[in-house]
Antibody, heavy 124, light 108 residues
Framework: QVTLRESGPALVKPTQTLTLTCTFS??????????VSWVRQPPGKALEWLAL???????YYSTSLKTRLTISKDTSKNQVVLTMTNMDPVDTATYYC????????????????WGQGTLVTVSS | EIVMTQSPATLSVSPGERATLSCRAS??????LAWYQQKPGQAPRLLIY???TRATGIPARFSGSGSGTEFTLTISSLQSEDFAVYYC??????????FGQGTKLEIK
């Protein structure tokens, strides 16, 4: 059974750095082709892809947020960590981690399992 | 970056009727298109991938079609639990993946 769970602060101040942790089970990020991603959703708005890390430690970032994001993994702990620097009120959103699908051993870049999300509010 | 445009923004349909949601890509994404359903306070749920393949456990009343730049999600005989927001996502040109802005399916 695949599960993902996000954790981190519910409230951060402007200019602070946000650190979110995705703890997952039911799969291993050391398996060839496996990837985990972060997606966010401001209240009442659409989904926005942020970052992805794969089994080989390759990392990909949203073009618009690239300078502020860092994604990393700890395979032994089944965790993926996202940091976002210089937080602003416009970054208020629910942040999701999600697993990238693998179909017959091939990575397909859609999301087959999602965490329940964690709401992060940026306010002084 | 490929832009995904969904229409309409809001769709009002009566229970038992058919709903047709559209998604258009700014350039061809082949069949690399997924649909998700999101209910209030919940994470998105994968419905369709490969433009037309239902994900595990998704009822047969959900169907997807299209390729290239034009895609459709059809829900036949709407059930009360189907009223939600639906998003399309292209994964042909990665990174980034891109989502549409969503269609809210509401009860008429």
């Amino acid at each position: 059974q695949v599960t993902l769970r996000e954790s981190g602060p519910a409230l951060v101040k402007p200019t602070q750095t946000l650190t979110l942790t995705c703890t997952f089970s039911g799969f291993s990020l050391s398996t060839s082709g496996m990837c985990v991603s972060w997606v966010r959703q401001p209240p009442g708005k659409a989904l926005e892809w942020l970052a992805l890390i794969d089994w080989d430690d390759d990392k990909y970032y949203s073009t618009s947020l690239k300078t502020r994001l860092t994604i990393s993994k700890d395979t032994s702990k089944n965790q993926v960590v996202l940091t976002m620097t210089n937080m602003d009120p416009v970054d208020t959103a629910t942040y999701y981690c999600a697993r990238i699908a693998m179909v017959r051993g091939v990575t397909e870049y859609y999301f087959d399992y999602w965490g329940q999300g964690t709401l992060v509010t940026v306010s002084s | 970056e490929i832009v995904m445009t969904q229409s309409p923004a809001t769709l009002s349909v009566s229970p038992g009727e058919r709903a047709t949601l559209s998604c258009r890509a700014s350039q061809s994404v082949s069949s690399n298109l997924a649909w998700y359903q999101q209910k209030p306070g919940q994470a998105p749920r994968l419905l369709i991938y490969g433009a037309s393949t239902r994900a595990t456990g998704i009822p047969a009343r959900f169907s997807g079609s299209g390729s290239g730049t034009e895609f459709t999600l059809t829900i036949s005989s709407l059930q009360s639990e189907d009223f939600a927001v639906y998003y399309c996502q292209q994964y042909n040109n990665w990174p980034p993946c891109t989502f549409g802005q969503g269609t809210k399916l509401e009860i008429k």
